[in-house]
């Protein structure tokens, strides 16, 4: 493992197996992240983000199954270990802000109390008043009074709420935060906010951070590096800046046509026509020929070859598209 | 055309899939193999009498009438134990023995050694008797075919005239609400305050409950009481999604909207119920046979309680065929449906579901 | 708050009226009255049985007999027994009532906490071998035929092993000379029991913030054991002190049906905090507990269960209210005279004072019970709180 990531995900492949057959969730999926860097996933609902992220903390469903590949976190391989030593990397090591920070609280528990519960579990020798402070503490940073750790969940509104799930996936002191879209629940004005808030946290504590959302635009502001994500594998990678500048990959294309500039000319909006691909079959080639809006001979017939190549310093793409322009 | 073949086809498509889903609970399969074997006894009985393998003078439950022959052995008990040929009081007489003072009113000239045919009854299960007989004689295994008859019979019958009307004033008391919900409201309260078993003592003291009445009694307290107040919160639930809100719009008519829209989804919750109602109802029989309030010519209930008269339940293992087979039965059937209703409750519940 | 109590009484007033009605009603339409048997004396004339019909106001027609019972009723004046005279209805309910009440409360008290714990274990084993065959047992353990249970029971422990009584409330013989009559008793034994009940469940409740599970436990049991010398020197103060052979010998006797009813009871409250364990499990703050690295076991009890303790604990409040109906039958076969056998009498011999105030009695209970369950509903979800109060 190189001693500058503080994750590295090596050829995960998962399925779901269900009534109907497996589902492929995760298919050859790999990407690593540098220490105190930001890394953004994007793409469309049901591409395998949420998977992939509760995969890192061994939260997957039931039905879920992990393959092959290794998750690495600081050196610790996650795949297979035991849940002792999950439960103490869970928080303390990883921790998640959740998509839906409605949900997320037990609602006849107080949110001080639960937060509280947490900071017990990885620090058990810290005393009330010890808690309460750092409680407090996270408060502050993340913008709330500390009156809230006495109240309901209910009884705080939208922003507030994921600002206390926030504070929350802090109170252990992780290494590593994944925010599962964070914002897609608030109106645009709290949006800012909160992602201001983000970026603060991470750059005053030196967290490293995965940010997973299908805004593109909010991958752009927030993070270093990015990966797309299409029918559960990884179509393009790099530096954010690169990938924007100049993406390889036509789904990555599509995306970037698809959201408004606000600088340049006022084009007509391309969007993205059809649906994502049904994971359950096992397709060969490429999974994003039937939407491509310029396939090659080998994509539609699906003898292209997939894998990742670079196709410029850190920026690697799907070879197939590469390839064929 | 073709839009109504598809219909029919992804009805039938759901139908497949759920019950594949409740192929996949174990508890629900157990149910449903339980139930459908008291259906086969329930059946069998009809057709063995009609294809004359089973004649009703013998086998009929009720006036049926068969007797196990032995020849027994007339004894004078000694007045002290142990002896030689008995080891306590209670072994004489002996199992195929007969004292000479129980037959000589009838066989004057008998004496002690002498050998005297006897009619055994209650007669132990045998190859004739796959229950053995009770003490009338009767077939028991041909009574718990007919106990079976009795019990989904009425467990059915109340069962959906109960789940019918609660569902029916449930989802009306939540779509219509204001003073028809309070109504409602406090007359299941009132069903709820009158003690159950009590009221069908009142009942069967004024009039002469029949297994139709019962159901029908059953079926209409059921349905008036308390689940009507569970339906309309589920009813309630329905009532505020968007779809309700926007086929008013579209001009729908209150009727329309209560059948098309909120009963199909409460539905699923009131098949639950009926599962449910049907063991009530068989407990509820049940109980009453027992107490001797039916007036019924067999089923379970009856067959204990016949059996704790006579007193053949104080006998213990004894006579195990007179005890355990009813009692067992009842639960057994009531515990079937059930195991049913909560495999159908892992089907229907999407929150109940393994992830 | 004050608004809905209000007119929360004012319907339950209402409902209580109707339901005084409908049961006179019902009770009159039973054939013959409670003094027929007078006619079959034949050393009464008779005109004995006119006199004594008309006394009771017998033959009066059903309307005025509703309305003069309904207005006494108010007053306060529930008439006298007509088949125990001089006995009013509230003297047989007194006397029967603890009875009841002893067997029962220990008997709810009992079947809810342990059905509440294995509906607990039961759904977190979900999927589990285990899980299966114990909820197959529990379902059985719910729909077991009562009265052949009961008898099966009776027999095995009162005539086989020859362990238990079996029947009756207490020997007589050991009665003889007692300085107590067994309704002193009885009211002696419903106070211990409710005095401990509260003291056990104030435990739990000072418990329940309590940081580390283990500590908790141990802190409980610690308590549970005080509570119990703290008995011994209860019984052994003044008269309790001679209390004593003679409370024991009814405990005696309530040991096999108390075990009896508790094993049927149990698995309904077991079933019922299954089925809604296994709703709260899917809710997403589950997963946020278990992202917290929180143990199993502690999201089990202090998130999954804690929620799901809502309906569990108002369906027990409703299930306080079909004590009684189960006292019908299990005094039956037991022998034990308590409240149900007095309703299954009166009803059956027509003692309509008797039936007519146990009936209240139960529906006065229903009443109320509808209403406390409704309220510790908003009591322990905080989210029906704040809302009732804004």
């Known amino acids: 493992m190189n001693q500058q990531n503080i994750l590295e995900v090596k050829n995960l492949n998962m399925i779901y197996t269900t009534l109907e057959g497996n589902v492929n969730a995760v298919n050859d999926l790999s990407f690593e992240i540098k220490k105190g860097s930001s890394f953004g996933l994007v793409g469309e609902s049901g591409c395998g983000k949420t998977s992939v992220a509760m995969t890192l903390m061994q939260l997957q469903a039931d039905n879920a199954k992990i393959v092959s590949g290794n998750i690495l976190f600081d050196g610790q391989e996650m795949v297979g270990l035991n849940e002792k030593d999950l439960r103490k990397i869970r928080w303390g090591g990883i921790s998640i802000v959740f998509q839906g920070a409605m949900n997320a609280w037990n609602p006849v528990i107080k949110v001080g109390e639960q937060i509280r519960e947490a900071i017990r579990e990885h620090y058990p020798e810290n005393t009330r008043s010890e808690n309460t402070n750092k409680i407090n503490t996270l408060f502050k940073m993340v913008g709330l009074e500390p009156e809230v750790a006495d109240r309901y969940p209910h009884e705080l509104s939208g922003g507030m709420k994921q600002r206390a799930v926030i504070a929350l996936s802090l109170s252990c002191d992780p290494k590593l935060i994944i925010a599962d879209e964070p914002t897609t629940a608030l109106d645009v004005v709290i949006q800012d906010q909160i992602l201001k808030e983000i970026k603060k946290v991470q750059d005053d504590l030196g967290l490293s951070l995965i940010y997973i959302s299908h805004d593109i635009a909010v991958i752009a502001e927030m993070t270093d590096y990015m990966a797309v994500m299409y029918a559960g594998r990884i179509v393009e990678t790099g530096k954010t800046k690169d990938i924007f500048k100049n993406p390889k990959h036509s789904y990555t294309r599509m995306l970037l046509d698809s959201t408004p500039s606000i600088i340049g000319d006022k084009k007509m909006l391309k969007s993205l026509d059809g649906e994502p691909p049904s994971l359950m079959d096992n397709f060969s080639g490429c999974s994003f020929a039937p939407r491509c809006p310029e396939p090659s001979e080998n994509c539609s017939s699906g003898n292209a070859e997939m894998g990742l190549i670079k196709v410029g310093d850190g920026h690697f793409a799907d070879k197939c598209c590469v390839e064929c322009g | ?355 | 708050m004050a608004r809905f109590v209000i007119s929360r009484f004012i319907q339950m007033g209402v409902v209580f009226l109707l339901f005084l009605v409908l049961s006179y009603i019902l009770f009159d339409a039973i054939p013959g009255n409670a003094f027929q048997s007078l006619l079959l004396n034949p050393s009464l004339p008779d005109y004995a049985y006119d006199q004594v019909v008309e006394l009771y106001g017998l033959n009066e027609p059903l309307v005025t007999r509703v309305q003069n019972y309904v207005i006494n009723f108010f007053k306060g004046d529930f008439g006298y027994s007509y088949l125990q005279f001089p006995k009013t209805p509230i003297d047989l309910i007194a006397e029967r009532l603890p009875r009841t009440l002893m067997l029962f409360s220990i008997v709810n008290i009992v079947a809810f906490y342990t059905g509440f714990f294995v509906g607990k274990v039961l759904a977190w084993r979900r999927g589990s071998k285990s899980e299966t065959w114990i909820t197959i047992t529990s379902v059985f353990s719910y729909t077991i035929f009562y009265p052949w249970f009961a008898l099966i029971m009776l027999w095995f422990f009162g005539l086989k092993l020859n362990w238990l009584p079996i029947g009756k409330f207490l020997y007589p013989e050991k009665w003889y000379d007692a300085p107590f009559d067994s309704d002193l008793v009885f009211i002696e034994m419903i106070k211990y029991t409710l005095y401990f009940s509260i003291l056990f469940f104030l435990i739990n409740v000072f418990t329940r913030n309590i940081e580390s599970i283990s500590q908790r436990r141990n802190l409980r049991i610690f308590g549970f054991g005080i509570l119990i010398v703290l008995s011994i020197f209860y019984w052994n103060f003044g008269k309790l002190q001679e209390m004593q052979t003679y409370a024991g010998d009814i405990a005696y006797h309530m040991i096999l049906p108390i075990m009896t009813v508790t094993i049927v009871a149990f698995a309904g409250t077991a079933l019922l905090t299954r089925t809604t364990m296994m709703e709260v499990l899917k809710e997403d703050y589950i997963l946020t507990a278990r992202a917290k690295g929180i143990s199993q076991k502690r999201i089990r009890d202090r998130h999954a269960a804690r929620t799901a303790l809502l309906p569990v604990v108002t369906s027990f409040i409703f299930t306080i209210v079909t004590i009684i109906d189960g006292a019908v039958l299990t005094e039956n076969i037991f022998s034990w005279p308590g409240m149900g056998q007095l309703i299954l009498d009166s009803v059956l011999r027509e003692d309509i004072p008797v039936a007519m105030a146990s009936f209240s009695f139960i529906g006065i209970t229903a009443l109320v019970a509808h209403f406390i369950a409704d309220i510790s509903y908003a009591f322990l979800d905080p989210r029906i709180r704040i809302k009732s109060q804004g």
């Open chain 2, 1 to 355: 055309m073709t839009e109504v073949n598809t219909l029919k086809e992804s009805r039938k498509e759901n139908l497949k899939k759920n019950f594949n889903r409740f192929k996949q609970s174990k508890i629900g399969m157990t149910g449903l193999v339980i139930v459908i074997l008291f259906g086969v006894l329930a059946i069998l009985q009809p057709l063995l009498f009609l294809s004359g393998i089973w004649d009703y003078k013998t086998y009929d439950p009720v006036v049926g009438y068969d007797a196990e022959k032995y020849i027994a052995e007339v004894v004078v008990c000694p007045d002290e134990y142990p002896n030689e040929r008995y080891a306590e009081r209670k072994e004489c007489p002996g199992r195929n023995e007969v004292t000479l003072i129980s037959v000589k009113p009838y066989n004057p000239g008998i004496k002690e050694g002498d050998t005297i045919e006897r009619f055994r009854q209650p007669a132990e299960p045998s190859g004739k008797h796959l229950l053995g007989t009770d003490s009338l004689g009767r077939d028991v295994f041909s009574q718990i075919m007919e106990g079976s008859q009795v019990a989904f019979i009425l467990g059915l019958l109340s069962a959906t005239l109960s789940v019918v009307i609660s569902t029916i004033l449930g989802s009306i008391a939540a779509y219509f609400g204001g003073f028809i919900d309070s109504y409602l409201m406090r007359q299941s309260d009132l069903l709820l305050m009158l003690p159950s078993l009590p009221l069908l003592f009142i009942i069967s003291a004024f009039t002469e409950l029949q297994v139709w009445h019962l159901a029908l009694v059953l079926g209409i307290l059921g349905g008036l009481g308390g689940s009507v107040i569970t339906i309309k919160s589920q009813a309630l639930q329905v009532k505020v999604k968007p779809f309700v809100d926007s086929a008013r719009i579209t001009g729908g008519s209150r009727m329309n909207i209560l059948f098309s829209h909120i009963l199909p989804n409460v539905a699923p919750l009131a098949l639950l119920f009926m599962v449910f109602g049907v063991t009530g109802a068989i407990a509820s029989e049940s109980v009453l046979s027992f107490l001797g309030l039916l007036n019924i010519d067999m089923s379970w209930g009856l067959m204990i309680s016949v059996s704790q008269a006579d007193g053949y339940i104080n006998q213990g293992l004894t006579y195990w065929w007179l005890v355990i087979p009813a009692g067992l039965s009842v639960t057994l059937l009531a515990g079937g449906f059930y195991l049913v209703g909560r495999g159908l409750d892992d089907v229907f519940n999407p929150r109940l579901r393994k992830r």
